[in-house]
């Protein structure tokens, strides 16, 4: 096991350890995965991040421990890139214990007004970048018994209005967690994914910001409130930890309850 799950419960939140394990966070300089990625750094592990811009990503750990943690600009889009990104991963911590596919795009509207230059990037992002991460990892995932935990999305398994293209690639991101995990079960690797609903980060603050909408939303989701970014990150824990050993396949709503729901309006 890569890493452990301390025995104290505190306020419903398991303390997780994982010093001494490495876990690549991708996207983590911002929203989501900067929670999940100060979340790892805060339960012991070494975190290597990678997003496109390497001011953000320092700007990220600038707290961080130096000798814990490392910031490396990619694409993951380009599968070049990942592959050198694995490689800058194992030279300086000898091993790659846990993966979090988290970076993406998003876009919304009209399929007809999404020209293809802007699928082209949404589809490198989600699907390819998906791909070429875990064609790379799951290798040295092997190596290690280590475990793979992707931030798909509620719109992976259900339509939304004018996400049409967003929610195909979110879909190809849960289906790839499920196949991949009957393949590499019997190697030891674990993949799951988290699917959160409207969570408030650079990519939704418009819409958490009007009154409107931001209530539209909630009404929707049972526990009344829409998510932040740490809401979703204790979740990538549990299921990277040994606490989740014997879990995999699993897409875990993080929503608030709102894929519980059959979708229709609250009365
Ligand atoms: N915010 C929400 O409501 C919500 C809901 C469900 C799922 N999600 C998912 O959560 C994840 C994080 O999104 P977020 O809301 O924190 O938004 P965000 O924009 O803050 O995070 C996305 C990150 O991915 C990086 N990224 C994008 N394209 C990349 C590429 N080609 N190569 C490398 N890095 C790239 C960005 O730089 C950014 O750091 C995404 O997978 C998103 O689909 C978000």
Known sequence: ??????????????????????????????????????????????????????????????????ARAEAVAADVGDGQQVRDLIDQVITPFGKLDVVVSNAAGYANGPLTELDDADWESLRSANVDGFFHLAKAALPRLAESGGNLVA?????????????????????????????LALDWGPRGVRLNAVAPAFTVTDITRAVAEDDG???????????????????????????ASSAAAYVTGAILPVDGGTSASTGQPHL
């Open 1 to 66: 096991m890569p890493c452990g799950v301390q025995a104290g419960m505190t306020q419903g939140t398991t303390t997780y350890d994982f010093t001494g394990s490495t876990v690549l966070i991708t996207g983590g300089g911002s929203g989501i995965g900067l929670a999940i990625t100060q979340a790892f750094l805060a339960a012991g592990a070494n975190v290597v991040i990678t997003g496109r811009r390497k001011d953000k990503l320092d700007e990220a750990l600038k707290d961080a421990d130096p």
């Open 213 to 239: 909408l931001h209530a539209q939303f909630v009404n929707r989701i049972a526990l009344g409130r829409v998510a932040q970014p740490a809401d979703i990150a204790p979740a990538v824990l549990f299921l």
């Open 151 to 179: 931030v798909s999305s509620v719109s992976g398994s259900r339509g939304d209005w004018g996400q049409a293209g967003y929610n195909a690639t979110k879909a190809a991101v849960s289906n790839f967690v499920r196949s």
